[in-house]
């Protein structure tokens, strides 16, 4: 067992509180913003599309983590509706946040002539898994979002209490393996798109690889993210205190399952193109 004391606030400024919830949260979002602006300008997108969407995500990001979060706790919410602007203490839930930002991105791309919704999430996807990866760190400072007990070595004790599982540590790492294999894929991406050139010469077999690859197809890396994190949140949403539970199975785990078989469904029409 893991004697741990919060630190939901980091320091003062005045009269003002930062907490680490909050900042933590604005670092993710700033590493992010920093890493898709760099991804837009190799490409030659214009940067006014970088801050609109930024912004865009960032407001939707907000607003969807915290519904969706209200919705998961409603009994709590109810009894003190007044915590339900209290967004400085934590609880986002970071799936609905990404759904928000997506639909709300997508309204802005769908009339811009220069842009492609699918390749603009590919270019989002793996700095989106960094970001939820960051933001995990404040949660756990926070010690929001955390698990059921258990009597495992690694099961943290906060305020005398019996020793829970740090879920939020769990989607840390989670995240973090998410972020490693999309940027390997970027990476392979980037490897097929230098042998584009090549393609005219007839390389025999390397242009066989080169055409079936699905790695090139807009929307792969995105869809192939949120794959491995609807698996990854159903699993650890197991570990998880939750209100509502259907079937023996918490509300975001059948929204999880939703997304995943979404996104299956998706992964297999590119198959086919």
């Not at 919060?6 to 920093?34: E, Q, R, T």
């Not at 607003?63 to 706790?73: A, Q």
């Not at 270019?123 to 698990?147: K, V």
């Not at 025999?204 to 807009?218: C, S, T, W």
Request: proline share 4%; charged share 20%; aromatic share 16%.
């Amino acid at each position: 067992m893991i004697t741990f004391e919060p630190v939901k606030i980091l320091f003062n400024i005045g009269p003002f509180n930062v907490y680490s919830w909050g900042i933590f949260h604005v670092i993710a979002f700033i590493v992010a913003f920093i890493l898709i602006y760099r991804e837009f300008k190799k490409r030659d997108i214009d940067e006014k599309h970088v801050f609109n969407i930024g912004l865009i995500a960032l407001v939707a990001d907000i607003l969807g983590s915290r519904v969706f979060y209200i919705i998961e706790h409603l009994s709590y919410f109810i009894a003190k509706p007044l915590e339900i602007f209290a967004f400085w203490q934590g609880g986002m839930t970071s799936y609905g946040g990404i759904m928000a930002a997506i639909f709300f991105c997508w309204l802005y791309i769908r009339k811009k002539q220069d842009l492609n919704f699918p390749e603009i999430l590919d270019i989002t996807a793996p700095y989106i898994a960094l970001a939820l990866a960051i933001g995990r760190i404040g949660c756990f400072l926070n010690w929001d979002d955390y698990g059921i007990y258990t009597q495992l070595p690694w099961g943290i004790s906060v305020a005398s209490e019996s020793p829970r599982h740090p879920t939020q540590l769990y989607l840390l790492i989670a995240d973090l393996i998410i972020f490693a294999i999309l940027m390997k894929l970027k990476g392979k991406r980037e490897w097929h798109g230098k042998l584009a050139p090549l393609k005219k010469h007839k390389l025999g077999a390397l242009d066989l690889i080169h055409e079936k690859a699905m790695i090139e197809k807009p929307g792969f890396i995105f869809f192939s993210f949120m794959l491995m994190y609807s698996v990854f949140r159903f699993l650890v949403d197991f570990l998880r205190v939750y209100e509502i539970h259907w079937l023996g199975l918490a509300l975001s785990q059948w929204i999880l399952a939703l997304v995943f078989i979404f996104n299956v469904i998706m992964l297999a029409r590119l198959k086919k193109k």
